[in-house]
């Protein structure tokens, strides 16, 4: 009977046994299964969305620029003449002249700039003669110019990204320049006012209508050039300015424009423009104060450049703000207008 009872105890303790083994394979192979399938499905779909998109970016068009004649630009390293189409010519003028992570409408006002110089350049008759048939220098005395390879030797691994952003700028205002009665501007540009732009004569001789002080307070929050100090010896000065100087500061005497810069400068019984100044001792601005400290000159300068024209960090304060372009060039060439090639060089074209 014990016998029994054991046998029918077995038996009843192997059938739940069984129910549940079985019951956990078919949870081991079915429900794995219905987790992966709609998941294959996603992955699948997925691969074919990355795919698509591969395809979009290896198909995308480059930026075009279209250029109507080229710039034969006289490299002073090499006296070589290099020959450029103008849309690439300005390009690197601006990869040059301006940082590359100013803001895109900056650039764009740099790029206008630029081409507009050249074009009012080419279309003068009385322009000096150059090497080789070039148009310009690559030097300030025009516009800095810095081919491909020495762009890459400065930038290094940014190089793409600048000169694709730099491009970007130029080809949203190809064949665009700034005008004035229908004629390209001298459209002058600087790195950094001391608060205000110059008037064109309080600096060089003529006046031009639309280079005309205006104030340009962005300046001084975000250029790391608005302040420089230079400091001079007695015997510096004498040598530099050929003069003859006491030890006293009283021997400066200075009047200034209406953008604050230095007019004049008496000094040690010599008068001399705030420009002559500023060339002999190599200041970054004409806008300057002097003090005496011990047997020293200080010169503290505000500002960097001539001062005339468009500020390069004034332009990227006003982008910063939302500006256009346009807006940017319209406030600091004052009553100018933006034209086209077509439009307002048609005799340049014709000889090109």
């Given amino acids: 009977m014990a016998r029994w009872q054991n046998k029918q105890s077995l038996t009843n303790w192997k059938l739940p046994t069984i129910i549940v083994i079985s019951t956990l ?46 710039v034969h630009v006289l490299r002073s390293e090499t006296s070589e003449v290099e020959q450029i189409p103008l849309e690439e010519y300005v390009t690197h003028v601006v990869a040059s002249e301006m940082p590359a992570d100013f803001e895109i409408e900056a650039l764009k006002a740099q790029a206008m700039a630029a081409r507009t110089f050249i074009v009012r350049f080419l279309m003068q008759e009385n322009k000096k003669e150059l090497t080789g048939g070039a148009d310009v220098k690559d030097t300030i005395e025009h516009q800095v110019y810095k081919n491909g390879d020495e762009l890459r030797q400065i930038w290094g691994s940014d190089y793409h990204w600048k000169i694709d952003k730099i491009t970007e700028a130029v080809a949203a205002t190809q064949g665009e320049i700034i005008t004035y009665s229908n004629e390209p501007i001298t459209a002058s540009f600087f790195s950094t006012s001391n608060g ?157």
């Fill in 25 to 70: 394979l078919t949870l081991m192979f079915i429900i794995p299964t219905l987790i992966v399938i709609p998941f294959t499905g996603d992955d699948s779909s997925q691969a074919s969305v990355e795919t698509e998109t591969a395809s979009k970016t290896t198909t995308e068009t480059p930026i075009s620029l279209e250029s109507p004649f080229d």
């Fill in 196 to 352: 205000y732009t110059e008037n064109s004569e309080d600096y060089w001789e003529g006046e031009l209508p639309y280079l005309r002080s205006v104030e340009s307070p962005w300046d001084e929050e975000i250029s790391p050039k608005f302040i420089d100090q230079k400091i001079f010896t007695i015997a510096d000065l004498e040598e530099k300015l050929d003069i003859n100087l006491s030890e006293s500061v009283k021997d400066f005497q200075l009047t200034r424009t209406e953008s604050k810069r230095v007019e004049t400068a008496a000094i040690g019984g010599t008068t001399f423009s705030g420009r002559d100044i500023r060339d002999l001792l190599q200041l970054p601005s004409s806008d300057f104060t002097i003090t005496k400290k011990d047997d020293h000159y200080v010169f503290t300068t505000k500002g960097n450049g001539h001062g005339v024209g468009m500020s390069q960090y004034g332009a990227n304060g006003m982008a910063q703000e939302g500006k256009t372009y346009k807006e940017i060039i319209e406030y600091y060439y004052k009553g100018v207008q933006v034209s086209t090639l077509e439009k307002a060089t048609p005799t340049l074209l014709a000889k090109k």
